[in-house]
């Protein structure tokens, strides 16, 4: 099989992913950042009456006709607390912003454009139009207005006009669940105390931030022996889960102990394809388990991240309904650029900002592919096409940022 373009593995990947149809109901204080399943609409008229927009006085519109007019103040209403009388003709009422409006008064006047005379009445000293500063009784929204879509994202602003149309939980579709598997004699989690011939699995954790900041709920399956039973149990496990996509770390390539791919396959999955031309990645498994996708990583740690910044994150996007992020920018190298072959590198590197406010990459001297201290020192991957040729510094290139450069 040839290696596929990133580009096409991409596309395929994406073609055959379907948003998650589950629905849940959440707490407000839970919605951020989910996707609403349902419209929803007001359960209340907001505001709920008339009320001030402003510090001043209500009266009638009549009695404030020139400047110099005076008035006497017959009482006061606030946020919570509306006055209860009917003042005369010259009557006014002290009032503050949110305050009900006295149903007598059909303007607010600013209190800086009165001043107080010594028998506690005003006198303005500004000519204000007719139904200033009043906010209308649903100004902003009414009962039964559908306000918020069902396929929009819960952001701040959604949240605060959910909560104010009075839904204490809002409908939104589940998120989407993964389950990760990491394969290998040779791993013990952290705090262990690795074996002359061993390491620590640190990819799953990495991968498993990937994924929750993509949308999804993480269920980690734990190490696999490399053996075909103890990887066949453990697929087993994952497929009565529940899950959406089924994440195998390590064991997916052509040696004599990378299981994952034939155990897959005795398990029912349909591969799509394998073997990427990218560096670092290459060995990228992709297929179906019935409903369940399934990615393949590579082993090796750096491998597998950047792999998951490419492939998974996006197909975890699309699954939770949340809108594709683009990663790429374009930026300038600030050093020459060596001459590429014909697999896409993703190149470890780190991003300033110039004085023009342009982005530079510096990409670091060592590459292989297990260093994790390079990738976690990283701002970004400098991306070289297929046969990108050696070019100055200077020279425009693509970048795909990891986290934003310092100021």
């Known amino acids: 099989m040839s290696l596929l373009p990133v580009a096409d593995a991409l596309d395929r990947l994406l073609s055959a992913a379907k948003p998650v149809q589950r629905t849940d109901r959440v707490q407000l204080h839970d919605a951020a950042g989910r996707v609403l399943a349902e419209d929803v609409a007001a359960r209340l008229t907001q505001p709920p009456f008339d009320n001030s927009a402003m510090d001043g006085y209500a009266v009638r519109h009549a009695d404030i006709a020139g400047i110099g007019s005076v008035l006497s103040v017959a009482g006061l209403s606030s946020a919570g607390h509306a006055f209860e009388g009917t003042p005369g003709p010259g009557e006014a009422v ?107 699995a640190s990819n799953s954790y990495g991968v498993a931030a990937i994924a929750r900041q993509a949308g999804a709920e993480v269920v980690d399956l734990d190490i696999a022996r490399d053996d075909k039973q103890a990887i066949l149990d453990a697929v087993r496990q994952a497929l009565q889960m529940d899950i959406d996509v089924l994440v195998t770390l390590g064991g ?79 930026a300038v190298a600030a050093v020459p650029l060596k001459q590429n072959d014909r697999r896409q590198d993703y190149i470890r590197a780190g991003l300033a900002h110039a004085p023009d406010d342009a982005l530079l990459v510096t990409p670091f001297e060592k590459q292989d592919s297990s260093m994790m201290k390079i990738f976690a020192e990283s701002d970004g991957l400098l991306i070289r096409p297929p046969h990108a040729p050696a070019e100055d510094a200077g020279a425009l290139c693509d970048v795909l940022v990891l986290r934003e450069p310092a100021a």
């Open 252 to 330: 997916a390539s052509v040696g004599d102990f990378d299981l994952v791919q034939p155990v897959l396959g005795e398990a029912g999955m349909e591969l799509d394809f394998w073997r990427i031309a990218m560096r670092p990645g290459k060995p990228l498994m992709v297929g179906r388990l019935g409903d369940i996708q399934v990615v393949g990583l590579p082993g090796n740690p750096v491998s597998s991240l950047v792999c998951s910044y490419l492939f998974l994150e996006p197909l975890l996007r699309k699954l939770a309904r949340l809108p594709a992020k683009n990663r790429v920018s374009r």
């Open 94 to 200: 002290r009032i503050f912003t949110g305050a009900p409006l006295p149903a007598f008064a059909d303007t607010v006047i600013l209190q800086e454009d009165t001043e107080p005379l010594e028998d506690g009445r005003i006198r303005t000293t500004f000519l204000t139009p007719k139904g200033r500063h009043i906010r209308p009784r649903g100004q902003d929204f009414t009962e039964g207005e559908v306000v918020l879509k069902a396929g929009q994202m819960l952001d701040a602003g959604r949240l605060t006009v959910a909560a104010a149309m009075n839904h204490p939980q809002l409908p939104v579709y589940a998120r989407p669940r993964v389950a990760i598997l990491a394969t290998g004699d040779e791993l013990v989690p952290p705090g262990k105390t690795p074996g002359a011939s061993q390491i620590i």
